[in-house]
């Protein structure tokens, strides 16, 4: 087993969001922002060795993200005619707040109360015709396939220059997507599982169990802490999240809940969002309506109990747990030296 404190080698996906009219470019993927993020990483691994000093490399892969774009072999890799996009249910947003079911308009205006902004991320119709969604599926996958193939690269690099073993690796991303799910496309502003929910694996040959997986929750904002514990230094006070290296070896969950919050600047729209093992609140800054969902009986998220009389009770215990985890959320920047 090697000496020292690990590498660190950071895997993510999705940065801007835009839209096109093509989905098959005629750039050369070997001209292609996924095809240069990975040269990139590489590069940077190769210098690594070479030099023999440690690295931390933020590997920010782009895709799979909207504009649904991307040069063959990888836009022609699925047919649209397999793909099974995500369906509204009919009447599940009839106990949403209002934003769920605008998105259900051809043309909804969401200025005024909610963004002065009209083109803010989600603010907008989402109908999409059904062979179109498929067509941008099918793209979404060959994106998919195309970032792996890069992936796969990188952990050859590994291999070869000898680092694998001492490499803590993680893959992951900073929110999901919707194809189709609850009536929605893209990213949203929506907190539902399918944005909330995201893709998680970590590598470290002789510390972290191959092929083992958890149901710990966990949080982005624990990453940096989880790094810093990993390589034996300090974890400064104003970090707001928790260390998970001994949940990432096997040991006991580190967090019971995690919270999400969504904020835009030029907006009335602002939503945090607390979850544990079995449920989800959802509350905004400035109106009565929210969210509740039981996770574990209604894992599609379809029925929302926030104005159920009978989850009253339920309600105010997970309002207090929001609370209580928000000011555990507040980090001590300095040990107090004064009693004054």
């Given amino acids: 087993m090697p000496d020292g404190p690990p590498n660190i080698l950071l895997i993510t996906s999705d940065q801007h969001y835009f839209s096109c009219d093509r989905r098959a470019w005629d750039l050369p ?24 000093r440690p690295f931390v490399i933020m590997a920010n892969f782009h895709d799979p993200h909207p504009p649904y774009l991307v040069p063959e072999p990888w836009a022609g890799l699925y047919d649209p005619a397999d793909m099974v996009p995500g369906e509204v249910v009919p009447g599940e947003h009839d106990r949403n707040p209002l934003h769920f079911r605008m998105t259900q308009e051809e043309d909804p205006d969401f200025r005024g109360r909610f963004f002065e902004d009209h083109a803010i991320h989600g603010g907008h119709s989402h109908l999409v015709d059904r062979g179109e969604l498929q067509k941008d599926m099918a793209t979404y996958y060959g994106m998919i396939s195309f970032l792996d193939e890069e992936i796969g690269r990188i952990l050859d690099s590994l291999d070869r220059l000898g680092l694998a073993g001492n490499t803590l690796l993680v893959f992951t991303t900073d929110h999901g997507h919707f194809l189709g799910q609850h009536g929605l496309i893209a990213k949203a502003i929506h907190h539902y599982e399918d944005l909330l929910r995201l893709p998680f694996i970590v590598r470290w040959p002789g510390r972290v169990q191959a092929g083992a997986t958890s149901d710990a929750i966990q949080n982005l904002v624990d990453l940096a ?9 300090e974890v400064p006070g104003i970090m707001t999240g928790v260390d998970q290296l001994a949940t990432w070896c096997g040991g006991e969950a580190a967090r019971a ?3 999400t919050e969504n904020r835009h600047t030029r907006t009335n729209f602002h939503m945090r969002t607390y979850v ?3 449920y989800k ?5 400035k109106w009565d309506d929210g969210e509740l969902w039981d996770l574990q009986e209604d894992p599609g998220e379809i029925n929302n109990l926030w104005h159920d009389p009978g989850a009253v009770g339920l309600k105010c215990q997970l309002l ?19 009693g004054a």
């Fill in 29 to 52: 993927e070997e001209f292609h922002y996924t095809r240069w993020t990975g040269e990139q990483v590489r590069a940077r691994l190769e210098g690594a060795a070479a030099d023999g």
């Fill in 225 to 233: 802490p989880t790094f810093l514990a990993a390589t034996g230094l």
């Fill in 257 to 259: 809940w995690s919270i």
């Fill in 276 to 278: 544990n093992r079995r």
């Fill in 281 to 285: 609140i959802t509350v905004y800054r």
């Fill in 320 to 338: 207090r747990e929001f609370m209580q985890a928000t000011i555990q959320c507040e980090p001590t920047r300095m040990p107090r030296i004064a």
